[in-house]
Structure formats: C-alpha cells, structure tokens
C-alpha cells in the first residue's frame, strides 16, 4: 500500500507568490518522521526540512514551512516568496523505523 | 552532518557491460542505501547496505544484477551488471545523519545505457 502520496504530479507558480505542496501519508507507528527533499535537474537529493511526529509545532526553515495536521496525516510544504531557482521536483518522505520512503513528487515550476 | 562524494556523476553505457559506482562518506556510518530512480519516477530503495555483512536487498532486486560492497564504514559500491536500456536512471547513495535520523544524499549518478 502506497504510504506517502503526492496527489500533484506538478504545480506553477507565479515568482515571489507562496506555493503549498501537498503530502499525505500513513502509518501505524507513533514514531515517525516526515523530510522534503528538493531535487533540482542535476538530480541530487536536497534535504529541505524535517517534522517529528511528536513535535508539537509546525517545522520551519527561511522560506521552507511544513504545515503538519497529524490528525490528518498530512504534511504539506509551504514555500514562500517563490524564487526563480525553486523550479525543481519536491519529494516528500516518511521515516518509519529504520527506512525512508518517497512520495512520487510534485514538479514545481515558477514563473516569472 | 554527513557528506558523500558520489562518482561518478553521469555515464553513458553499452548494453551488456557493467558500471560501478562508488561512494565515499567523510565519517564512519554504520549504513548506506542506495536507491534507483527512474526517469520521471520516485525513488525506490535498491538494497541497505551494513559493513562486514551482505546488503540487504529490497523485492525486486537480486545481488546478481546490483551487487553491492560495503569494505569499511566509510565507502560503498554498487555495480549495475549487464546492462540494458531499462537500466537507465540516476542512482544515489545515501545514509542517516542527524538526530533525526533523515538522510543526506550524494550528488547521482546518471546511466544512460544504449
């Protein structure tokens, strides 16, 4: 069963607009934790911002936020003031036990 | 954090021949992982990789195809073996880091195999 869904195989942008990339997951375990990755045209995995699930607020990083709905399993990443250089594939990712899983990503493109 | 040197970065191949990749952490870790993904695809966990046992491979993949070397904590290789077009797709490495147990990365490897 998949765990980690991206329902947008991709999204635009208008530069300097906010941008929210959604991720929903599923679990049994209480212990988890939830990463974005950015991964740009080069094709290297870069680590964005991380959410624990016993972390009370919502994750931030500069522009990076992650809007953390437990309840809900979901964990969508906001990023604001969209840049021109933020055009790239963004993967969310689930940390259960000892594997990391992936989402199938969003492809985010900012327009200028 | 943990950085990883990944090399090499892009290769193009001829069907039937093999590649290996190679990794090199800049600290002791106790596992790698290395992942496939396909073109247009997510990522998928090839197979975890422990210094001084055999990796551990995922459904899907056999040590005779990815056989993969973990020497001492700091290095790991996987070789892609006889290789087709179906191969292509950028391989990474990784491993923990962190106390939150998130991932680093190396930079890819692109195969194209033709």
């Known amino acids: 069963a998949q765990k980690i869904t991206q329902t947008q195989p991709g999204m635009f942008v208008q530069e300097k607009e906010a941008v929210t990339l959604d991720c929903t997951y599923d679990?049994?375990?209480?212990?988890?934790?939830l990463f974005w990755y950015k991964q740009p045209s080069s094709g290297e995995m870069i680590f964005l911002i991380y959410?624990?699930?016993?972390?009370?607020q919502n994750a931030t990083e500069g522009r990076y936020s992650l809007n953390f709905q437990k309840a809900r399993k979901s964990a969508n990443l906001v990023i604001s003031a969209s840049q021109l250089g933020d055009s790239a594939m963004y993967f969310c990712a689930m940390r259960e036990g000892g594997d990391m899983r992936f989402g199938a990503g969003t492809r985010l493109t900012v327009k200028p | 954090s943990a950085v990883i040197s990944q090399k090499p970065s892009r290769d193009i191949c001829q069907r039937g021949t093999s590649l290996t990749i190679q990794c090199q952490v800049d600290?002791?870790?106790?596992?790698m992982f290395w992942y496939r993904q396909q073109p247009g695809q997510s990522l998928t966990l090839i197979a975890t990789a422990n210094q001084g046992s055999e990796a551990t491979y995922e459904s899907g993949f056999v040590i005779d195809k990815f056989p993969i070397s973990r020497p001492n904590l700091t290095f790991s290789t996987l070789t892609v073996s006889n290789m087709s077009p179906e191969d292509s797709s950028i391989y990474l490495c990784s491993t923990r880091t962190g106390i939150d147990y998130g991932y680093t990365f190396g930079s890819g490897t692109r195969l194209t195999v033709v």
């Open positions: 959410q624990g699930s016993y972390d009370q």
């Open positions: 600290s002791q870790v106790t596992m």
């Open positions: 679990t049994s375990d209480p212990s988890y934790g």
